[in-house]
């Protein structure tokens, strides 16, 4: 059973496309988050879901639209794709006030070409 | 810049050896720690973490140490497998903070037969 799952694996696409990459859990945790791994293995979050509200919203451009249907999902739109937006995205969630442990997914890869 | 970073982004070591990585950070208002290790092509996987009142905490083959004074945190990975090659990342979280791990630059792990 896979507890966070996201997809595509992989995306290729055209600068100025629009693409959405999925994330769902299995855990029953309350909060989910994007992150984004650069070419140099930094990981840095973009923005955590609690209960499908927006907690973290990081320095992200408004490209970038997380949404959130139920707890389970924490979609990721990203309109106008650009070479600099070309990372592996990974999806992650815990659970609040338990402990901070973050369950990632196995990552999108996105290439902007 | 990034609160928490590592003194070596590369770690070469023999099968059987015992490994140290060794992460520093920089707010001394974190109080949570976790280390990940991320195989290629995965997502980041939990290994252990500690709270700011341990200094030291013991898993399976693994041992994180904390030195709060000096703001510096080690894995040590005893018996290296080849199975251990990968990046390890630290992260630090200051609860009641903003809530958000935040990650160390990684430091890849390369076992030799």
């Known amino acids: 059973d896979t507890a966070v799952s996201q997809t595509p694996k992989y995306l290729v696409t055209q600068m100025g496309n629009d693409k959405s990459i999925k994330c769902e859990q299995n855990l029953g945790h309350d909060t989910m988050y994007w992150y984004k791994q650069d070419s140099k293995k930094f990981l840095k979050i973009m923005f955590s879901y609690n209960n499908k509200e927006l907690i973290i919203n990081e320095t992200v451009p408004n490209r970038f639209s997380p949404k959130s249907p139920d707890k389970a999902h924490l979609n990721l739109h990203i309109n106008s794709l650009e070479l600099g937006d070309s990372a592996v995205y990974f999806c992650?969630?815990?659970?609040?006030?338990?402990?901070?442990?973050?369950?990632f997914g196995s990552g999108t890869q996105l290439s902007v070409l | 810049g990034e609160s928490v970073g590592l003194h070596l982004p590369t770690l070469s070591v023999q099968e059987g050896d015992n490994s140290i990585i060794n992460c520093a950070y920089s707010n001394s208002a974190s109080d949570y720690f976790i280390w990940y290790k991320q195989e290629s092509g995965k997502g980041p996987q939990f290994i252990i973490d500690i709270r700011s009142n341990m200094d030291k905490r013991q898993g399976q083959r693994v041992t994180v140490l904390l030195n709060k004074t000096v703001k510096h945190l080690s894995l040590q990975i005893a018996a290296t497998q080849p199975g251990d090659s990968a990046v390890y990342f630290c992260a630090e979280e200051t609860q009641g903070g903003s809530e958000k791990l935040v990650f160390g630059k990684g430091t890849k792990l390369t076992v030799n037969p």
């Open positions: 992650a969630s815990s659970q609040r006030g338990l402990d901070e442990k973050l369950f």
